[in-house]
Antibody, heavy 120, light 108 residues
Framework: EVQLVESGGGLVQPGRSLRLSCVAS????????MHWVRQAPGKGLEWVSG????????DYADSVKGRFTISRDNAKNSLYLQMNSLRVEDTALYYC?????????????WGQGALVTISS | EIVLTQSPGTLSLSPGERATLSCRAS???????LGWYQQKPGQAPRLLIY???SRATGIPDRFSGSGSGTDFTLSISRLEPEDSAVYYC?????????FGQGTKLEIK
């Protein structure tokens, strides 16, 4: 059974940093591209960042470019999102999502999300 | 950036009826890399349709997708109470990937 479990969310002040983690199981993690998608309270879905199986392709939404860094450790079946210079508008539930296989594939499994709240 | 616009915003139908949800892209979606997701309250999204018309694993054939280029449709036949959810379209052809704003489907 595919499982994606996010952690690292919490309440932080604007301008501070946070690191999200996603541990995967039930599939060969190193074969698949992975993504982060967020959802602000009561709002729709927003793609944040994606990374290919070997970290050769990495991309970001304009809203987080230069502030967020995606990475992965295939030996640990883990995906990460380093979030710096956080803003109030970054408040959201952050989902880890597995691509069917390639970077240009839809997302067939999602975690339950990590809640990030940015407030003073 | 490809902007996806979904309509209607809310759809209220009765069990047994057919729902038709629209997703229009601001520019052509390459290779019809357009997917549809269902999200119920408190749950993560679930993939229903990919490449515009292919059903994901385990999705009932009541759900079907169609369209190409800039106009796409998700159809749900024989509506059931459990189909009540928000439905999102998603293009994964061109970065930055984007989602529509969602259509809320209510089953009366």
């Amino acid at each position: 059974e595919v499982q994606l479990v996010e952690s690292g969310g919490g309440l932080v002040q604007p301008g501070r940093s946070l690191r999200l983690s996603c541990v995967a199981s039930g599939f060969t993690f190193g074969d698949h591209a992975m993504h982060w998608v967020r959802q602000a309270p009561g709002k729709g879905l927003e793609w944040v960042s994606g990374i290919s199986w070997n970290s050769g392709t990495i991309d970001y939404a304009d809203s987080v470019k230069g502030r967020f860094t995606i990475s992965r450790d295939n030996a640990k079946n883990s995906l990460y999102l380093q979030m710096n210079s956080l803003r109030v508008e970054d408040t959201a539930l952050y989902y880890c999502a597995k691509a069917v296989l390639r970077f240009l594939d839809p997302f067939d499994y999602w975690g339950q999300g990590a809640l990030v709240t940015i407030s003073s | 950036e490809i902007v996806l616009t979904q309509s209607p915003g809310t759809l209220s139908l009765s069990p047994g009826e057919r729902a038709t949800l629209s997703c229009r892209a601001s520019q052509s979606v390459g290779s019809n890399y357009l997917g549809w997701y269902q999200q119920k309250p408190g749950q993560a999204p679930r993939l229903l349709i990919y490449t515009a018309s292919s059903r994901a694993t385990g999705i009932p054939d009541r759900f079907s997708g169609s369209g190409s280029g800039t106009d796409f449709t998700l159809s749900i036949s024989r509506l059931e109470p459990e189909d009540s959810a928000v439905y999102y379209c998603h293009q994964y052809a061109t970065s930055p990937y984007s989602f529509g704003q969602g259509t809320k489907l209510e089953i009366k």
